[in-house]
């Protein structure tokens, strides 16, 4: 099973050694200029008051990103800011936001969050998405995977028209999505996780692609 | 097996004199060798109040037993930093939290730490990783 988690939460979360100590928290999680994967963490210290640390966090120093810590090996592997946040920092960092918009020139709504897998790869799964009303008009957000999406730059996030038929409501059933697709499985045509909330099992398929 | 509760507390006695040095207050762990470094007295002079593993003779559910006054000397010259494991929260490797340490067994012959008890479970003392201000860290499966 995987375990997915939004790039928002991510901040705040305790950066702790495998001997046990808290060194830092994460300020901002940092992508690469595709938003495949994250780079690394900006870091702050943990006090109440505390500001941001001059040391940054490079993702290949990361022993495990977990749903309560980021793990690293030791405070040593802490970097100068300049190891995450490279020069590309823009087209990294301005992933959420970004308009959304079909191959077929739709806009149908703006990034709200990555969303990443827990453990030592930092992927980016897929991202959730506020979607405007011509696009799902029950819902004003759903998950999109990455592996449906065309381009990904800090200007916009190009998704095929169909990839509303790979849309989810929540981040489990999105989960259980993600392995389908990675499985192999040819996904359903209908968003209809057996296990989500109620109003989520309304099943969109048959509204024909808008181009 | 013993422990740390009910560890805590026994007098810790001369066995050649049969003299109270003070009772124990806590065990301090060393993470890398899984086992107990040392027991930090009460009631003991200031110099006296870190006793090393290496001078226990016994550990009984009544009494900690030493050889003599002189054995014990001025306590070890290295202790890694005390931690409080019990009352420590959890992290496995991968960043994921397991409740908090409710109690630690181990062997009262070899120090060598037994088994971290947390209210989701217990945990065997191989797979303690590290201990530290934030965090008991234990080795997990990945998953």
């Known amino acids: 099973?995987?375990?997915?988690?939004?790039?928002?939460?991510?901040?705040?979360r305790e950066v702790v050694t495998l001997g046990g100590d808290a060194v830092?928290?994460?300020?901002?999680?940092?992508?690469?200029?595709?938003?495949?994967?994250i780079t690394g963490f900006t870091l702050s210290g943990r006090g109440l008051l505390a500001?941001?640390?001059?040391?940054?966090?490079?993702?290949?120093?990361?022993?495990?990103?977990?749903?309560?810590?980021?793990?690293?090996?030791?405070?040593a592997v802490l970097d100068g800011r300049e190891a995450v946040l490279g020069s590309d920092a823009a087209g990294g960092g301005a992933v959420i936001g970004a308009p959304v918009i079909t191959d077929q020139g739709t806009e149908i709504g703006t990034v709200r969050d990555v969303v990443v897998e827990a453990g030592t790869a930092g992927h980016v799964i897929g991202f959730e998405i506020?979607?405007?009303?011509?696009?799902?008009?029950?819902?004003?957000?759903?998950?999109?995977?990455?592996?449906?999406?065309?381009?990904?730059?800090?200007?916009?996030?190009?998704v095929p028209a169909r990839a509303r038929h790979f849309v989810a409501d929540d981040l489990p059933s999105f989960g259980a999505q993600v392995e389908a697709f990675r499985a192999g499985a040819r996904l359903p045509e209908a968003d209809s996780p057996p296990s989500g909330p109620p109003d989520s099992d309304i099943p969109v398929s048959g509204e024909g692609d808008r181009a | 097996m013993m422990l740390f509760t009910q560890t805590r507390g026994l007098p810790v006695?001369?066995?050649e004199e049969a003299a109270t040095l003070g009772t124990v207050d806590a065990l301090t762990i060393d993470a890398r060798t899984?086992?107990?470094?040392?027991?930090?007295?009460?009631?003991?002079?200031?110099?006296?109040?870190?006793?090393?593993?290496g001078a226990v003779e016994a550990v009984g559910h009544d009494a900690v037993i030493v050889r003599s006054r002189v054995a014990v000397g001025a306590g070890p010259d290295e202790v890694p930093e005390h931690r409080d494991a019990v009352g420590s929260r959890v992290l496995t490797e991968y960043g994921v939290e397991h409740g908090t340490v409710k109690d630690v067994g181990y062997d009262p012959g070899?120090?060598?730490i037994l088994t971290l008890?947390?209210?989701?479970?217990?945990?065997?003392?191989?797979?303690?990783i590290g201990l530290g201000t934030y965090a008991v860290v234990v080795r997990a499966e990945r998953h």
């Open chain 1, 1 to 12: 099973m995987i375990t997915l988690m939004l790039a928002s939460d991510l901040a705040g």
């Open chain 1, 24 to 37: 830092a928290r994460v300020k901002d999680t940092v992508f690469d200029a595709a938003a495949g994967r």
């Open chain 1, 51 to 75: 500001g941001p640390l001059k040391q940054s966090l490079p993702f290949s120093a990361v022993h495990a990103l977990g749903p309560a810590a980021v793990m690293i090996p030791s405070a």
């Open chain 1, 130 to 158: 506020a979607a405007h009303d011509n696009f799902d008009a029950r819902r004003r957000k759903v998950f999109v995977p990455r592996g449906q999406t065309l381009a990904v730059s800090g200007e916009a996030l190009v």
């Open chain 2, 13 to 15: 006695i001369t066995a």
């Open chain 2, 34 to 53: 899984r086992s107990v470094a040392c027991l930090r007295l009460s009631g003991a002079p200031k110099d006296r109040a870190v006793l090393g593993w």
């Open chain 2, 110 to 112: 070899t120090g060598k």
């Open chain 2, 117 to 128: 008890y947390t209210a989701l479970g217990d945990i065997a003392g191989d797979d303690l």
